[in-house]
Nanobody, 122 residues
């Protein structure tokens, strides 16, 4: 079965960088997409970034383009999310998810981690 575990959340200052990691296991041909989503207090869930595990194709939400980088480490079975130039608006719970279809819609992802808190202070 597919398992998803996030790590690397924390408290940083405006302009700092932070690296999250998503460890995934149990991926199959029908479960190839790994994505990051976030949800801030009082706001709806927002797509952050996604990657196709086998193909390496990436997709980013408009609010993080040029600042965040998603990648994959096949040897470690992890999907890091490098977050640069962080802003207070990036404060949210970041969740990693695995699914059958590569894309930005949460409905594509059926396996979710518990989430990691990222707080950016001004």
């Amino acid at each position: 079965q597919v398992r998803v575990v996030e790590s690397g959340g924390g408290l940083v200052q405006d302009g700092d960088s932070l690296r999250l990691s998503c460890e995934v296991s149990g991926l199959t041909f029908s479960t190839d997409a790994v994505g990051w989503f976030r949800q801030a207090p009082g706001k709806e869930r927002e797509f952050v970034a996604a990657i196709s595990w086998r193909g390496g194709v990436t997709l980013y939400g408009d609010s993080v383009k040029g600042r965040f980088i998603i990648s994959r480490d096949n040897a470690k079975n992890t999907v890091p999310l490098q977050m640069n130039s962080l802003k207070p608006e990036d404060t949210a719970v970041y969740s990693c998810a695995a699914g059958r279809t590569f894309g930005s819609s949460a409905e594509y992802y059926g396996y979710w981690g518990k989430g990691a808190q990222v707080t950016v202070s001004s």
